[in-house]
């Protein structure tokens, strides 16, 4: 069974702290073949494979990746 959401944590931008994101897959296909998941906004994607390697993929032009310091797999909204 695929996992739909996953809880990405991230170095604070304010160089403190940490910031949390939420993903949901998409139906869209990292360039790896795994699935992507972005947040609400779109602007946060990230291919995630089963064994939960994280790619970050751009959203736009001039985007500065940063990759996670943690990957949590949420469990499903419905259930």
Same mark, same amino acid.
């Given at each position: 069974?695929?996992? +739909? @959401?996953?809880?990405l944590t991230f170095?604070? *931008? =304010? /160089? #403190?702290?940490? =910031?949390?994101?939420?993903?949901? @897959?998409? %139906? !869209? !296909?990292?360039? /790896? /073949?795994?699935?992507?998941? &972005? =947040? !609400? #906004?779109? $602007?946060? @994607? !990230?291919? $995630?494979? =089963? +064994?939960?390697?994280?790619?970050?993929?751009?959203?736009?032009?001039?985007?500065?990746?940063?990759?996670?310091? *943690? #990957? @949590? +797999?949420?469990?499903? &909204? %419905? /259930?």
């Open positions: 069974m695929s996992v +739909r @959401r996953y809880e170095p604070g *931008s =304010d /160089g #403190t702290g940490e =910031d949390t994101v939420v993903l949901e @897959r998409t %139906d !869209a !296909a990292g360039p /790896g /073949g795994h699935p992507v998941y &972005a =947040d !609400a #906004t779109g $602007i946060v @994607r !990230a291919e $995630i494979s =089963d +064994r939960g390697e994280v790619r970050m993929l751009p959203s736009g032009g001039h985007q500065a990746l940063s990759h996670p310091t *943690s #990957t @949590r +797999r949420l469990p499903d &909204a %419905d /259930g």
